[in-house]
């Protein structure tokens, strides 16, 4: 290799990686923002009572882009049993997205997509199996203050026959850190 090959192949070297610690740099600035605009939350659920049980865990992520807006992803599994009968699993995610008309006030919406699994025991008769995918676009309001929302959201796809809810009216609380 001649000398001038080896200082142009040399530059272009000490040119490459100067970009690629650039590069780094700049990757790595924009990671740091990205995780300080991440907010994790969720719910969890337990009820129980004369021959009832039913547990819920809900973990939530959102992306807060400036003070009004946020949007995110919300995983949701459930399990209910009703005095050994008749069992539910429900597993599934939901998108959202969170508006805040002014500091106090946050407008919401939710679609969700759950799978149900539903199994029936009737006195002398085989178990009956159901599974099938529910939809649910929630639209809501609620008082904001801090990471603490409260509020009420309704179903506009509401069906009484396939809803794992039991009205389109559904209380909430979100909390995020």
């Given at each position: 290799m001649k000398k001038t090959e080896f200082r142009y ?41 004369d021959g009832f049980f039913s547990g819920t865990l ?44 002014i500091p106090e006030i946050q407008l919401s919406a ?68």
């Open positions: 192949v040399g530059k272009l070297f000490f040119i490459a990686l100067f970009l690629l610690s650039l590069t780094k740099s700049f990757s790595q600035a924009n990671k740091n923002e990205f995780w300080q605009h991440l907010r994790f939350g969720g719910g969890i659920g337990l009820s129980f009572g809900a973990p939530s992520a959102i992306y807060q882009f400036n003070d009004q807006f946020a949007a995110g992803l919300a995983l949701h599994g459930t399990y209910a049993s009703l005095k050994n009968d008749t069992n539910a699993t429900i597993l599934g995610g939901s998108v959202l997205a969170l508006y805040n008309v939710e679609f969700e997509e759950l799978h149900v699994t539903r199994k029936y025991k009737y006195w002398g008769s085989p178990d009956q199996t159901r599974n099938y995918w529910y939809p649910a676009l929630f639209l809501g309001v609620g008082f904001h203050s801090n990471n603490f929302t409260i509020g009420i959201r309704y179903d506009v796809l509401f069906d009484a026959d396939e809803s794992i809810y039991a009205s389109a009216f559904a209380p909430f609380v979100r909390v995020y850190f």
